[in-house]
């Protein structure tokens, strides 16, 4: 064999094996990434999917804001009614929850009301393409929905392949401390009933309103067609609360007419730890506010 020759067997050789190798790394992390990730998202994420043989009569499914913002035990012993959060991060959207609410009602009876619950700013994510959004299609959507997203946004792959490679190296350094890392994260999840207090803390600019890039139709269009699937769900829209400073630049005012069922509404810029993160405080009042509009329904 020519020097040529030998150089591009080797060249070939060695792409074709890291070819192997990163799908091996794919494939093996889409279906354990809850026993090899230190990424909170991944670990929240299982336990959603891993709730089963519940009776709750309000189940929050949303974003972070939902995340951080609604303590579900406050809302029980202020309601008198059994309420789990199942909120995600807002890299999310419709789809995501579309499916978490399928698999949620498939393993568990069926509550009396869903609270679809969001930020302001969360159809902005919506539209993109993140591995937040990737991982959850990639595990736990149906065969179809995986290639249709797959032949949309190729780039997923590319996403979902290099946290993988990133995490499978992660834990063979540190592999000893990822059940610690899971379990404290469960752990709390169990206490709370899927509350978590944000870890946020970017108090800079959070007058600064963030400019409502997305189409107001879209997403109009998006609340309804879930609502549609699950037309036989008593589906409630709740628009999260904003800064005080931000609500009277009336920059969001009237811009979620239609589309939810409660009016938007502002707490003190005490009570938030960023833009759309409420600290624990916050998550406190704004429960109690949440509550008493459960109980006006």
């Not at 709390?188 to 600019?205: M, Q, R, Y």
């Not at 589309?259 to 009042?285: C, P, Q, R, T």
Request: contains cysteine.
């Amino acid at each position: 064999m020519s020097p040529l020759k030998k150089i591009v067997f080797l060249i070939v050789s060695f792409f074709s094996l890291s070819l192997i190798f990163i799908i091996f790394c794919t494939v093996f992390f889409v279906n354990n990434f809850e026993k090899i990730s230190f990424y909170e998202y991944d670990i929240l994420l299982k336990q959603r999917m891993n709730i089963k043989d519940q009776n709750n009569d309000i189940i929050i499914i949303g974003d972070s804001a939902g995340l951080n913002g609604l303590v579900s035990n406050n809302i029980q012993n202020v309601t008198g009614k059994s309420v789990v959060n199942l909120s995600l991060y807002a890299n999310n959207g419709i789809k995501s929850y579309e499916i978490l609410l399928k698999n949620y009602l498939e393993n568990n009876k069926t509550p009396d009301t869903v609270v679809l619950y969001f930020s302001v700013i969360a159809p902005i994510n919506w539209k993109l393409i993140t591995y937040e959004k990737a991982i959850l299609i990639f595990r736990y959507s149906k065969l179809s929905d995986k290639i249709t997203f797959i032949f949309k946004n190729p780039y997923s792959i590319i996403l979902i392949s290099n946290r993988s490679v990133r995490a499978l190296i992660r834990y063979v350094i540190f592999g000893k401390e990822q059940e610690k890392f899971a379990n404290k994260i469960l752990d709390e999840l169990n206490k709370t009933k899927g509350f978590i207090v944000s870890k946020s803390d970017k108090k800079e600019n959070i007058c600064e309103a963030i400019n409502p890039d997305f189409s107001t139709k879209q997403a109009s269009s998006e609340i309804k067609n879930i609502r549609s699937i699950f037309s036989t769900l008593n589906i409630k829209v709740y628009i999260a609360p904003v800064i005080k400073c931000i609500y009277q630049q009336n920059i969001y005012t009237g811009l979620y007419d239609g589309m939810v069922d409660n009016n938007l509404y502002f707490l003190e810029e005490e009570y938030f730890n960023d833009f759309s993160h409420l600290n624990i405080n916050g998550a406190i009042k704004n429960s109690n506010i949440f509550s008493n509009w459960i109980l006006k329904q």
